[in-house]
């Protein structure tokens, strides 16, 4: 099995912690040379820092808030070609579709969405000049199977799902592939403050609250941020080259559907 990434550029958003930080770690493994992109740059410059560069890589790092999409298409002016692009991107906060406010959808759409889109914008022409390029776009469950609580998020991940799909048809013929990855529930600071919501709506104690979910998961575990960027990687690598708009479950077998 061909893994190796070695003289590959990729860039990694969200790169600063979870599961963003755990794929940066993972493609810099395999020999990508990896630019971070998050909005905190201690924590981009700490997290750069952790890469491995026993093959000659060479890391660098954007700080920019994904939600404001002019300075991110400012920033991205001089990055230069990138062969992998990982979309990731904190969820929106639990709550109820229904009472949710309409800035709420406007705020995670911009963030998600109109984001990754301003990527792409960025990355393919140069993807299409080299016929070579994979696109993979950290999701949820929740487009197969909507989650409770979690109202906008649903509704983003979604969309961002369709328009996946979309890209994967259109820029197949370039030998562009685009895939998302659907982690379940995952060891990072999303999950704690779901933890911690769910803990406080039901008046349970949060190791009670994390308990009744580990329960629905099959593996009785969460993930670690880890097994996410394995898949990620997986999808980035010479032997993913035949896999095209997927969605790939890593949940432990939580989700109810095929």
């Given amino acids: 099995m061909d893994l190796t990434l070695t003289g ?8 600063s912690q979870g599961i963003g930080r755990a794929v940066a770690t993972e493609l810099a493994l395999l020999g990508a040379s990896v630019t971070l992109l998050a ?6 410059a700490a997290t750069a820092a952790t890469l491995d560069t026993a093959q000659g890589q060479k890391h660098a790092t954007i700080a920019v808030d994904m939600s404001d999409t002019a300075a991110l298409a400012e920033s991205l002016s001089g990055l230069g070609p990138v062969d992998i692009l990982v979309n990731n991107t904190g969820g929106p906060p639990p709550g109820l579709a229904h009472e949710a406010d309409v800035e709420a959808f406007e705020q995670a759409f911009r963030l998600h969405l109109l984001a990754y889109q301003v990527l792409v ?11 070579h390029g994979r696109i993979i776009n950290v ?6 199977q909507p989650l409770p609580n979690l ?7 979604g969309a961002v799902a369709q328009w996946s799909k979309t890209l994967a048809n259109e820029l197949g013929p370039s030998n562009i592939t685009v ?5 379940g529930a995952t060891e990072t600071e999303r999950l704690a403050a779901i933890i911690r919501n769910k803990a406080g709506k039901s008046g349970v104690s949060e190791a009670e609250a994390a308990h009744e979910m580990m329960v629905e998961v099959p593996l009785r575990r969460f993930a670690r941020p880890a097994e996410i960027a394995a898949a990620v990687a997986f999808l980035a690598s010479p032997s993913g080259s035949y896999i095209n708009g997927i969605n ?4 432990g077998g939580r989700t109810g559907c095929l």
């Fill in 121 to 131: 914008r960025a990355v393919v022409p140069g993807m299409k000049e080299r016929r």
């Fill in 151 to 157: 109202g906008v998020s649903n509704t983003v991940r």
């Fill in 179 to 183: 895939n998302n990855v659907l982690p």
């Fill in 139 to 144: 999701i949820s469950t929740s487009v197969k």
């Fill in 248 to 251: 790939l479950p890593v949940d």
């Fill in 8 to 15: 590959q550029r990729a860039l990694v958003t969200g790169a």
């Fill in 39 to 44: 909005r905190d740059a201690g924590r981009l």
